[in-house]
């Protein structure tokens, strides 16, 4: 597909028929593009636009996919291993992982600003992106999981969040297989395509991770807080049947303390914050509302199994006059 106008002809894609007929024609159109010899290199994130693109590029090009996936320490709890299971023997893509978390928490150490986090993340991805693709040969194509809101949000095509600003000596050929789709258009091809249902329906995650929960200035036991609580919840939802229910939910950490009672005797702990809201377009967004003995329980469990942590607050503010993200 060319341009950046969802072409007439394109169905909503509702059903796995359609799905297929998509999919068979994404592969055709990639192995138009790609040829017979090229190859094509992938930041694979684990969210489902790049995983969707990456499982139709490999349906279309087999082990001439490379996917490069960063670990920068800012996932959630086993997302890492569950990308390189997935693509590692599910699919014939080759995959390279990069586990670069000290790269990025020792350059994180210290900084309490919001947007320099994100700048400080997005740089250094871009440079082990870079560094990483500079070690293949014969790299002609960069696959991308644009999906159309991303055009009709910011007009051109919208670089992928992790490797928008590649050097320009890299000189790639855009492969955006998804470009045209929908989020729910998304999921569907997804489904069809046979990726775990976790990645297919996996929530609404932002590019910086972890690092926009963990509030103020990121320290390792912090983040680990946020990793394991946001673990429990994620567990609790699923259990009581709010997995793909609710839009999105999560834990943050800010960097404050309060005193509490642990095993009779006085603590100095974080306090995590759970955030639960559905939305439809993410412009607004209402607090979903929850049955109070769960909400216990996630307490009970959240400041008993995570280190450090003393207590629980639910934040229940809409947006406006709340965001979603809490940075």
Known sequence: MTGNVRPESLERIT????AKKF????IAAVKEQVGESGKVLLALSGGVDSSVCAALISKAIGNRLICV????????KGEPEQVCKVFGEQFESQLIYVDAV??????????????QKRKIIGKI???????EAKKLDGIEFLGQGTIYPDILESGPVKSHHNVGGLPEELNFQLVEPVK???????????KELGLPDNMVYRQPFPGPGLGVRCVGAITRDRLEAVRESDAILREEFAKNGLEGKVWQYFTI??????TGIKDGLRTYDWPVVVRAVNTVDAVTAEVAELDFAMMQHITKRITSEVAGV?????????????TIEWE
């Open 102 to 115: 000290d790269r990025f928490l020792d350059a994180l150490a210290g900084v309490a600003d919001p947007e």
């Open 15 to 18: 059903t796995p028929e359609l």
């Open 310 to 322: 003393n207590r629980v607050l639910w934040d229940i503010t809409p947006k406006p006059s709340g």
């Open 23 to 26: 999919i068979d024609e994404q």
């Open 180 to 190: 045209f789709l929908y989020k729910d258009e998304v999921r569907v091809v997804g």
């Open 125 to 131: 991805f871009i440079d082990v992106f870079a560094e």
């Open 253 to 258: 950490v800010p960097d404050f303390k309060s």
């Open 69 to 76: 996936h960063v670990n920068h320490g800012l996932l959630r």
